[in-house]
């Protein structure tokens, strides 16, 4: 039985425990620290400064510990300090810890493209190119597309989230806070990007939209607007992170790809948050059996450490000129061999089936509250596939957005010690992205916090 991760050793106690003052003394010494140094825009959720961390508990330096379901934001699925991980890295820096690829190459990089091959969908010739944000990735996979087609636009949807620089801004839907902000705009953004409607079935005017008939409402707006002959790539996150965990009807991924195909468009998957076993497989089309030309990869690759992926088909990869592609840290050896361990960790433990496991687990139990609280349900919809879920939550007997009890819901799970991450076009979605290594007490023991939480806003 796949429900019980039992070969991982836990190297701090797996338990919550909020002592006295929260934030305590000297967390608030810290922020307070932060705030005449570290530059406003970048924000925290939580307002605890980590002293430790392992598995699904993060302590904090005044003694407090923490249930984590929220990984970093899907990075740390392997716990967040894997011993195969910590070994790794430390056998590596203690070699070496740079030379940069594009000068000197070494095997741990051949080793995660090896990798890579073996396991993104699709038994055809592959390529990889490594760096180190999903950002990057994004970027990178645009420029092949654009090179291997010679074709200019951009195809990105609804509701996506695709990174923060100026490229991927433009190709991200949310404008507050990633593209613009009260004060003025982060643009101008890059040209040739062209958003479509997304299949989103929770929010579908027509309840009876199929997944085929979103993909031909996007089809046609691409081919009325765009024009197919100037598309290189359509773009899109198998199932949404940022926007709201939004999975597409099913039928939506295989006829978009279908599509592509027929047009000679690149269909590139982001796959940045989706992938690495998350959702109980590989890679989230994996579920469709989608097979993308192209496939970016980064949230969950390497146990927390920094490094992101472009594979996808060899004549399309290799349609790039030598000296094209890289970056000076593209790659880095450190990084390289915690991919490496965290893959076997995945393969070891069977994340996969952990995935699913806390998927069935998680999804049960919030069906059941959502029917237990009757009219005054505010549970709109559950949603997501093996360890990356959420919760819509709306005003009771409608779809109408509920933002503020979103936001109380995470406010009182953090102050009970559980970390749970929000999102959303309409910041109403409570997402679950617990660590995979997670053991069955301390998940059951962060949903019941959560269903306090919930019953307490409805
Ligand atoms: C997080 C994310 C990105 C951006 O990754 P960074 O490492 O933050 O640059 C891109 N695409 C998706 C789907 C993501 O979830």
């Known amino acids: 039985m796949a429900t019980q991760t039992t070969a991982l050793q836990y190297r701090l106690e797996q338990k919550r425990n909020i002592n006295g003052e929260f934030p305590g003394p000297r967390s608030q010494e810290l922020a307070a620290r932060r705030a005449q140094t570290v530059a406003a825009g970048v924000a925290s959720g939580v307002p605890v400064y980590v002293a430790d961390a ?49 000068v000197a190459p070494y095997e741990g990089y051949v ?43 951009v195809v990105a949807f609804d509701h996506a989230y695709h990174g923060r620089t100026n490229l991927t801004m433009a190709l991200t839907a949310k404008a507050m806070p990633y593209k613009s902000s009260p004060a ?19 929010r579908e005017e027509n309840e009876n939209v199929n997944g085929k008939e979103a993909a031909e409402r996007a089809i046609l707006a691409i081919e009325k607007q765009i024009g197919s002959e100037s598309v290189a790539a359509i773009l899109i996150e198998p199932i949404q992170g940022e926007g709201g965990f939004i999975v597409p009807a099913e039928g939506f991924l295989p006829r978009l790809a279908e599509w592509a195909r027929e047009k000679g468009v690149v269909f590139i ?61 593209g790659g880095n ?19 996969n089936a952990r995935a699913a496991h806390i998927g069935s687990v998680v999804t049960e139990r919030l069906q059941k509250i959502a029917s237990d ?54 910041g109403n979605v409570v997402r679950l992205l617990p660590p995979l290594v997670i053991n069955d007490e301390v998940l059951e023991d962060g949903l019941n916090v959560l269903e306090t939480a919930i019953r307490a806003q409805s």
């Open 54 to 102: 392992d598995g699904a508990i993060v302590t904090d330096v005044d003694g407090n510990s923490f249930i984590d379901l929220g990984s970093g934001i899907a990075v740390t699925s392997v716990g967040a300090s894997n011993p195969a991980v910590a070994a790794a890295v430390r056998e590596q820096v203690e070699r070496f810890t740079h030379t940069c690829f594009m």
């Open 111 to 153: 080793e995660v493209a090896e990798l890579l091959s073996e396991l993104t969908p699709g038994d055809h010739e592959k390529r990889s190119v490594l760096f180190n944000s999903g950002a990057e990735a994004v970027e990178n996979a645009v420029k092949i597309a654009r090179v291997a087609t010679g074709r200019p636009a």
């Open 184 to 202: 003025g705009t982060f643009g101008p953004f890059a040209p040739e990007v062209y958003r479509v409607p997304m299949s989103y079935p929770f």
């Open 269 to 329: 998957a982001d796959e940045v948050q989706s992938g690495f076993c998350r959702t109980g497989e590989w890679f989230a089309v994996n579920h469709e059996g989608v097979v993308p030309d192209l496939i970016t990869m980064a949230k969950g690759i390497a146990g927390g450490m920094p490094l992101s992926a472009v594979t996808g088909r060899a004549e399309l990869m290799d349609s790039v000129h030598a000296g094209g592609l890289g970056g000076t840290y």
């Open 333 to 351: 050896p450190v990084a390289c061999a915690a991919a490496v361990a965290a893959i076997g960790s995945m393969k070891d433990l069977d994340l």
């Open 373 to 426: 609280l009757g009219e005054k349900n505010i549970i709109g919809e559950v949603r997501g596939r093996g360890g990356m879920l959420a919760l819509e939550l709306v005003l009771p007997g409608g779809k109408v957005p509920n933002a503020a009890a979103t936001k109380a819901i995470a406010e009182y799970c953090l102050k009970e010690g559980v970390i749970i991450l929000t999102c959303g076009t309409y």
